[in-house]
């Protein structure tokens, strides 16, 4: 099945400084790639996805690149806020022949510092 | 976007018992949710794949007998976890998708704290 690895676990970065969290996965008929925010004890909040047909996309402060050949892909926020202090979560999934599951990375927590 | 709400948001329970929880869409009909598994600090665990009028399809590892889904109408799934013990005590959230929007987009609900003493 599946495995989809994810780095850094922790960052930390000072407020306005980039972060930059990388995943790669396995299974080359992935096409559907989420990041989601998640607070302590919240729900996982969709930030931005990226379909395998683009290579990259971006929203506001933040972006997603994806590299079909290496199978990674990876998340960049820029002038980041203490506000974006939270454990984020990379996910790959094949769908709608593969079911549509979701397979999460370990997550990185996100600590920006003032 | 799309709205799926869980309950109870919290639940304690003696070992033995069974807990039932729901995962609703709201604005949305969902043929399909998913039932996640999440330990502290860890990321979360697909456990199975709950199908509108049919069958749930169990992740590896996951016992079916334990863990009882039903789907019963477009909007609601339920995960009974039957003779609880401390070892299921887990944060369990559950996940819809839009097809009329995003097909591909998961949708997650608030979660459920089950503690089993």
């Known amino acids: 099945g599946e495995n989809v690895e994810q780095h850094p676990s922790t960052l930390s970065v000072q407020e306005g400084d980039s972060a930059v969290i990388k995943c790669t996965y396995s299974?080359?008929?992935?096409?559907?790639f989420p990041w989601y925010k998640q607070e302590l004890g919240k729900r996982p909040q969709l930030i931005i996805d990226i379909r395998s047909n683009v290579g990259e996309k971006k929203d506001q402060r933040i972006a997603v690149t994806l590299n079909k050949t290496a199978k990674h892909f990876s998340l960049h926020i820029t002038e980041t806020q203490p506000e974006d202090s939270a454990v984020y979560f990379c996910?790959?999934?094949?769908?709608?022949?593969?079911?549509?599951?979701?397979?999460f990375g370990t997550g990185t927590q996100l600590k920006v510092e003032l | 976007g799309a709205v799926v709400s869980q309950h109870p948001s919290r639940v304690i329970c003696k070992s033995g018992t069974s807990v039932k929880i729901e995962c609703r869409s709201l604005?949305?009909?969902?043929?399909?949710m998913f039932w996640y598994r999440q330990f502290p600090k860890q990321s979360l665990m697909l456990m199975a794949t709950?199908?509108?009028?049919?069958?749930?399809?169990?992740e590896q590892g996951v016992e079916k007998d334990k863990f009882l889904i039903n789907h019963a109408s477009l909007t609601l799934s339920t995960l009974t976890v039957t003779s609880a013990h401390p070892e299921d005590s887990s944060f369990y959230i559950c996940s819809a998708r839009d097809l009329g929007t995003s097909p591909d987009t998961q949708y997650f609900g608030p979660g459920t704290r089950l503690t089993v003493l």
């Open positions: 299974d080359s008929a992935s096409n559907y």
């Open positions: 709950s199908n509108e009028g049919s069958k749930a399809t169990y």
């Open positions: 604005d949305f009909q969902a043929t399909t």
């Open positions: 996910a790959a999934s094949i769908g709608p022949g593969g079911g549509n599951k979701l397979t």
